[in-house]
């Protein structure tokens, strides 16, 4: 039998919209992948935290206030501080489209914007973790 | 997003259809029904102004008085806001409703580490009495009634909203400030809670407290539905929980010693409008029923003003769509429709553009433009309650009630919604039906226009983007930097120090809050306090 993906469900900053992130993590349980939960208001620093502890092999960012692009970031360039940036990051959340050049520049395996089912959305995060 | 199940045969008839809450609807209504449901006209309606209020607080509606226009609106620094202010008045809004930053509504300085990226993002940030000084400058706060959308730290931002009315000259016993502070509603849904469920009921008694003798105007607490909804309730959620977060409140301050008719005639409230226009046509006049039955039946309430649900219905969020974005000019035409039918006191609307970027100014008008026309051009104010005695809509209503109560009963056989809440119990019953509803769509079940049927965007609008503007946040430091250094230390570690005395004795923080602001010290400087008397609420697990 394959490996279940383990995969991190993290809201950082402060933004409290978490039906999305809810729905996102039940989808990809139901996927079949082992999914955590980050809960709200979590600093970049805790959820890298508990990546690490809980040895996943995907992030998902649910980012809705429109800081995408200075969070991402940060995630991406503390992650290599760490020496984790084999994990994939996805972004997801009120992206605009002109900002997802610029987050999958940065490094990120993909971007989910509203609107974006959710059969898109396992599909996406399961073939990049074939890939890799 | 979608709003009921539909069942058909193989030629697209339908043969049923469910709505959220759970009630069938049938092809045609007529008399029997309301035989069937024991429908009585006195009882269960009575005229407009006339308990139990199901159609309407107010005996003449809309003739005597047209809705409360309030957009929802703040963004950057107090200047930016201010200016959109008078912007929004000078367009003829009449309510004010002031959109906070994230680091203000969860109680940090624009300088701590956790606003970094989010300073004046959402809505306006605000550090000490000198950017509300800015922010109100040339508002009339005895005429306009101002929303404050803020729960975590209403205290602070309503003690602060005073200090400034003083400030300008305007006597605390003419503003009328309605702040959100409906902080149970934060922990199921927009997460902005701070403190543990138990020291923030307290704050939230504290402001209807203390407002009872200072700021009689005030409507302390509008309790929140909307973001209920919002997460994942049906309609009949949304009203049962309302309720019973209303009646956690009243008993707060019922402990307290204070008599009912005292205080909860200043409760308002703030239900949401998107879904099947039937069901919140119905929720809304249940609701307004069953909060006066509430009261008086429950908690013996006098006076009969005491007994109206004053609510604000709008917004519409979740209804909208980031596909084919126009649309969403057209939901919130039908969305105001059903507030206006529904006899909303006052209400805002979601604008179009809102799953992309904070409202331009174009799309603000436009949701008020929406709102105006309904009231001074297609009739809405002719008559009250023109749906009344439809029999559709009296069943409808009927069968509202008793969901909403069944709903309520849950919760109260589960141990009350203080457990409810605390548990996980209600987030992760929403969490679920919010998935249920997106595999709904991604099914085909449920059918939303652009989503999942006619769904060609070409040619769709480009939508216009409010810019962050990075240097607004930075203006924003350097003016918490200069007003530390004006401000007199002594005083502010003097307050501040009275300030922790009063919430260790847990006495009632207001008049201490009001203190540390015109001391100019911060919110997050306030804010600490509470956090290191109360600690952080902890976050129930969704799985």
Not at chain 2, 485 to 510: G, H, I
Request: aromatic share 8%; proline share 4%; charged share 25%.
């Amino acid at each position: 039998m394959e490996k279940p993906v383990k995969i991190l469900i993290a809201k950082p900053g402060l933004d409290g919209h978490d039906r999305g992130a809810k729905v996102i993590a039940q989808a990809l349980r139901d996927a079949g992948m082992e999914v955590i939960y980050s809960g709200l208001h979590k600093t970049v620093e805790q959820i890298l935290e508990m990546a690490i502890e809980e040895d996943v092999q995907v992030i998902g960012l649910s980012i809705m206030t429109g800081a995408h692009i200075p969070i991402t970031k940060k995630v991406i360039e503390k992650m290599r501080e760490r020496g984790i940036e084999d994990k994939l990051v996805f972004v997801g959340g009120v992206i605009p489209a002109k900002d997802i050049p610029v987050l999958m520049e940065m490094g990120v395996a993909g971007v989910f914007p509203g609107g974006v089912s959710l059969r898109e959305t396992i599909k996406a995060i399961k073939e990049k973790v074939s890939v890799r | 997003m979608a709003v009921a199940r539909y069942i058909k045969d193989e030629k697209d008839q339908i043969l049923d259809v469910i709505l959220e809450s759970g009630i069938h609807v049938k092809p045609v209504y007529t008399p029997k029904d309301l035989d069937r449901i024991g429908f009585d006209y006195e009882k269960d309606l009575a005229d407009p102004g006339n308990y139990p209020y199901t159609r309407g607080i107010h005996p003449l509606g809309y003739r005597s008085r047209a809705w409360t226009t309030r957009q929802y609106t703040g963004f950057g620094t107090p200047e930016e806001t201010n200016e959109r202010f008078k912007l929004m008045i000078a367009h003829g809004q009449t309510g004010l409703n002031v959109a906070f930053d994230l680091p203000t509504q969860m109680g940090y300085d624009s300088d701590h580490p956790m606003a970094e990226g989010e300073v004046g993002r959402v809505g306006m940030a605000v550090d000490t009495l000198r950017d509300f000084e800015i922010a109100f400058k040339d508002i009339r706060m005895d005429k306009i009634g101002v929303g404050l959308t803020i729960n975590a730290v209403a205290t602070i931002i309503l003690a602060m909203y005073q200090a400034v009315a003083e400030k300008y000259g305007f006597d605390a016993k003419t503003i009328s400030a309605t702040p959100q502070n409906d902080i149970l509603k934060e922990m199921i849904g927009r997460g902005a809670w701070i403190f543990p469920v138990e020291p923030a009921i307290k704050l939230v008694g504290d402001t209807i407290e203390y407002s009872m003798s200072v700021m009689p105007r005030t409507n302390p607490v509008s309790v929140c539905g909307y973001h209920i909804r919002e997460s994942g309730a049906t309609p009949a959620q949304e009203i049962a929980y309302a309720i019973l977060i209303a009646n956690a409140y009243i008993d707060n301050v019922l402990s307290r010693g204070h008599d009912i008719d005292a205080f909860v005639g200043r409760f308002s409230f703030n239900l949401n409008v998107f879904g099947n226009m039937w069901e919140q046509i119905a929720k809304f006049r249940a609701a307004r029923k069953l909060w006066a039955r509430n009261l008086k039946e429950r908690y013996n309430v006098k006076n009969p003003q005491n007994l109206f649900l004053r609510g604000l219905f709008g917004g519409g969020g979740y209804g909208l769509t980031k596909a084919q974005p126009e649309n969403n000019i057209m939901r919130g035409a039908y969305y105001a429709l059903v507030a206006a039918l529904s006899g909303a006191q006052t209400t805002a609307l979601c604008s179009y553009d809102e799953a992309y970027t904070i409202p331009t100014p174009r799309s603000a008008i436009l949701s008020l433009r929406t709102l105006q026309l309904l009231m001074d051009e297609m009739g809405l104010r002719d008559t009250v309650d023109p749906l009344a005695g439809s029999y559709f809509i009296e069943t409808l209503t009927k069968e509202m009630e008793k969901k909403i109560e069944e709903e309520m009963e849950k919760i109260i056989e589960y141990g009350g919604i203080v457990k409810a809440v605390s548990s996980g119990y209600i987030q992760r019953l929403v969490a679920k039906q919010a998935y249920e509803i997106e595999k709904g769509l991604e099914s085909g079940e449920l059918l939303k226009v652009g989503v999942n049927i006619y769904t060609d965007n070409e040619g769709a609008m480009e939508v216009e983007l409010h810019e962050y503007n990075y240097a607004s946040a930075e203006k924003q430091i350097k003016a918490l930097k200069e007003v530390k250094r004006e401000r007199s230390e002594r005083e502010v570690v003097r307050t501040l120090r009275e300030l922790e005395d009063a919430v260790k004795k847990d006495k009632n923080v207001m008049p201490y809050l009001v203190e540390c602001c015109k001391a100019y010290a911060t919110l997050g400087e306030m804010t600490d306090v509470f956090r290191q008397v109360y600690g952080e609420f902890r976050e129930p697990p969704l799985f």
